[in-house]
């Protein structure tokens, strides 16, 4: 079906321009006055016989009625609105719509604010990243997951409590056969839970307290299911110890306090998988072998990867290595940093770094030696992993995971064998907003800090040069 013409605002706006009464233009258009006064208030929709009079009374052509400029302005409003809407609800589709029809000028200076909003905000994003935060944040508006991740973050991914609690459920745990076995066992006689596994549901994980029953989806690979089993075992044998930890962190929402249960539940099904000393000391021997270490330990390499970079306790702390987890668009999912390591707080990362090459080669381990504009150099692998949907109608998930320390640790990594680690490195930074090398040849866009100079004859691999840094003054 076609989808109806209102032309409210454009033809009230023609006819007024004219200075044309409402009556006039009616009989110029050879319909009655009030037949045109719904026309302008969008009461009625044009035929092809009124859109017909509007092109020879105004002498302009049909285009100017075209419905493909309101179409653009609707999918603009409507990615506008979507993006400043937070946690409340946006307008729907019929109210957009509405506000396209019936005021489009208003529409309009809605999208000019939106765009100063990003602009400022991106500016106050750029100097959280170059300046950092304070441990509470203090006057700025967090998310649940970002004010999680800084929780952990500020803690050097590391919580004691937790950690020795699974290291001593472990040391209980069956030591031979199977790691999904002894999990399962332990869930029965500690807990008195069964599990089972069904093929093809839509969650990872489903327990039910009433029946205590876990059911598993037996689709994933082994590893994935003995991690919800572990992350089960976790929230049941530790409940208290998290609980108290939230206390501590007060989080400022329940939303953050929810998120945080399920991350701390899973740092320490990870603890309990990988018990921190008989971990570090293989971690140790194999010289931080992801590869040898999953297959010691039977868990995936984004579980290794995880691990190592939180093996910070006192008196036994590992190499300090920084971890994260990056999507094919390049969002980093997930990050963790015992180094000096900056991630991009916001915005996409450098994409000098090799996390982005891993894509190309599904198979491989990329090593990378890399310098952050700060001068300190670091050894970084990359891999992409995939992880099964079960199904040919579902998308797997793809993701890549990037490790990696600082060149004084390199000694410890198998990866820094035949790297010259005085040489050459590739150079990165945290992201094109607020990085300062001023001789990238992949920057996507400036630095906002800095003065463009556009030269009209000569082009350069990007269009502009960059000036001194300027003096951002943000008043609080």
Not at 9 to 15: C, F, I
Not at 165 to 193: C, I, N, T, Y
Not at 319 to 330: C, I, L
Request: hydrophobic letters at 40%; aromatic letters at 8%.
């Amino acid at each position: 079906m076609a989808e109806k013409l209102f032309l409210g605002a454009k033809l009230r706006k023609l006819r007024e321009a004219r200075g044309w009464t409402l009556e006039a233009c009616a009989e110029r258009l050879g319909l009655s006055p009030s037949y045109l006064s719904q026309l302008e208030t969008n009461q009625r929709p044009a035929t092809a016989r009124v859109l017909i009079a509007l092109t020879r009374a105004f002498h302009v052509d049909a285009s100017l009625f075209d419905l493909e400029g309101d179409a653009r302005l609707l999918a603009d409003l409507r990615e506008a609105t979507t993006d400043i809407a937070g946690q409340a609800e946006p307008p729907t589709a019929a109210e957009l719509k509405q506000a396209v029809v019936n005021a489009p000028k208003l529409a309009r200076q809605f999208l000019a604010l939106h765009q100063t909003f990003r602009r400022l905000d991106e500016r106050v994003k750029a100097l959280d990243d170059t300046l950092g935060r304070d441990e509470r944040g203090a006057g700025v508006t967090v998310l649940p997951f970002e004010e999680v991740r800084d929780f952990f973050h500020y803690r050097d991914n590391y919580i004691d409590s937790l950690d020795t609690a699974a290291e001593a459920l472990a040391a209980d745990l069956p030591q031979e056969g199977q790691a999904e076995r002894s999990l399962e066992a332990a869930l029965g006689d500690l807990h008195g839970v069964r599990v089972v596994t069904v093929g093809g549901q839509e969650a990872l994980r489903r327990y039910d307290p009433a029946s205590r029953v876990l059911t598993l989806d037996a689709w994933q690979p082994g590893a994935t299911r003995t991690f919800q089993m572990a992350h089960q075992l976790a929230l049941l044998s530790f409940r208290d110890r998290i609980e108290a930890e939230l206390d501590q962190a007060a989080f400022r929402t329940d939303a953050a306090r929810d998120v945080a249960r399920v991350g701390l539940a899973n740092y320490a099904a990870g603890a309990t998988l990988l018990p921190y000393r008989a971990f570090l000391e293989a971690a140790r021997e194999e010289r931080h072998d992801v590869d040898r270490l999953r297959t010691r330990f039977q868990v995936s390499f984004e579980q290794v990867c995880h691990r190592l970079s939180n093996l910070q306790r006192p008196g036994w702390r590992g190499v300090p290595f920084y971890f994260a987890r990056v999507d094919m668009a390049g969002n980093i999912t997930k990050r963790h940093s015992a180094t000096r390591f900056q991630f991009a707080r916001f915005g996409g990362a450098c994409p000098l770094w090799n996390v982005h090459e891993a894509f190309a080669a599904p198979d491989r381990i990329d090593v990378q030696l890399a310098e952050m504009p700060d001068g300190s150099r670091y050894v970084s692998i990359a891999k992409s992993v995939s992880k099964p949907s079960g199904s040919y109608l579902a998308n797997d998930r793809r993701y890549a995971l990037s490790l990696g320390c600082e060149v004084e640790h390199a000694s410890s990594l198998v990866y820094a064998a035949g790297l010259d680690l005085n040489g050459p490195a590739t150079k990165i930074g945290v992201s094109c907003r607020i990085c300062e090398r001023t001789d990238c040849t992949q920057r996507a866009f400036p630095p906002i800090d800095r003065p463009l100079e556009v030269p009209e004859n000569e082009r350069g691999v990007v269009p502009y040069r960059l000036g001194s840094a300027l003096n951002l003054r943000f008043d609080r």
